[in-house]
């Protein structure tokens, strides 16, 4: 079993940055790819930004140029970088990970963190 954690969501005005961190702990794992979903009041979640365990990376492009995904895999940490924030970048910002214990692969998702940006 692995769970993620989130943290550093909160309220900013509109132009500030934020900075997500999402840690995995629990027993012997290897984390391949790390994600980044959000899901504003009303809409469904969306995919943000994705890390692959080579380091590739993708994003939606209403956060291209904005928004960076990275990892330290000797945390097992994940971070999206957030700056030149907009109010519609508000929503709660969800976590996700493939992870290989052993030789299978699960899916794992955070509780999720609150971001809030006001104009």
């Known amino acids: 079993q692995v769970q993620l954690v989130e943290s550093g969501g909160g309220l900013v005005q509109a132009g500030g940055s934020l900075r997500l961190s999402c840690a995995a702990s629990?027993?012997?794992?290897?984390?391949?790819?790390m994600d980044w979903y959000r899901q504003a009041p009303g809409k469904q979640r969306e995919l943000v930004a994705f890390?692959?365990?080579?380091?590739?990376?993708r994003y939606a492009n209403s956060v291209k140029g904005r928004f960076t995904i990275s990892r330290d895999n000797a945390k097992n940490t994940g971070y999206l970088q957030m700056n030149s924030l907009k109010p519609e970048d508000t929503a709660v910002y969800y976590c996700?990970?493939?992870?290989?214990?052993?030789?299978?692969?699960?899916?794992?998702w955070g509780q999720g963190t609150q971001v809030t940006v006001s104009s």
């Open positions: 996700h990970a493939e992870v290989r214990i052993l030789a299978h692969a699960y899916s794992y």
């Open positions: 890390i692959s365990s080579g380091g590739s990376t």
């Open positions: 629990g027993s012997t794992f290897s984390i391949n790819s």
